[in-house]
């Protein structure tokens, strides 16, 4: 192959892949933006009115209608701090119990992830049992999100930073799909942006989280460019360079040479992202 064919090769790679890492990460954006707008919601409507303006009903119209904002996004959903000292008053007042996040495959017909069949959450000093729900995710609705791994550090870094934080690519509940979870903490008055984590802990009511279904949503992003016969996409969390962690694309695909690899800017600073595109075929 001529040195010019190459470099016009490496140079279509180059543009294809900046292309679609340039497009995810502006959709990927401007859904973290909305989640951002949905906390405000919340806390204006839910905690700063009484008695609350928003129930699971008007919860699920508004999250419903306004999903279009959120391309990459499966369901947002919304968690109050409960301590175990009001646990008993708060379960009286819903009229159900916090439930226990079930752990490991839940692909099983056995494992269907029906809030009615789990166990309640064991004793702690504190949950995070979801209150209200956007439909696509009702199966999270009274489940403690400080019972599963993933969505607990998330909970914790969010409050303690007061900024939108990622957890590492895991599967989602129910779908089972590769994804990750954006959460942003609720306070119960306005920080000044220079309040310290303790601060900003004690203050903490609640959590907004919303699930990035990356294996769907990012397939049908990439579809609408048409070029899968093309180059084959990959997505990874290279938060640990030396053990990245695949957020999407499939694991064993054939060495066709080139590689080019475009940066990703999710908006957690304590995450790295980056996309690795290849041809599909040797020329
Ligand atoms: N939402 C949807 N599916 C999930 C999930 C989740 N977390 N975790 C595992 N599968 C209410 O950070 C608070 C949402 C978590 C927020």
Redesign the pocket.
Known sequence: MSLNLVLRRKETLANMCDERARMLQDQFNVSMNHVHALAILISTFHHGKKPSAIDQGTFAAYTARTAFERPLIS?V???LRVKHSERAEFEKRYGWVIKKMESGDHSSVRNEYMPENLDPAPTNREY?P?ILSQES?SH?LSID?MS?K??CE??LRARASGKGVLTSPFK??KSNHLGV?L?FALYSSILPPNADPDERIRATIG???A?FDVETLVEKLLQQLASKQTIVVKVFDTTEPLTPITMYGSDNEDDTGLLHTSSLEFGDPFRRHEMRCRFKQKP
Request: aromatic share 10%; glycine share 14%; net charge negative.
């Open positions: 369901g959903a919304y968690a995070a979801v995710v999270i999100m599963g993933e969505d998330n909970i989602l509940l979870v959460t959590y907004l989280g699930s």
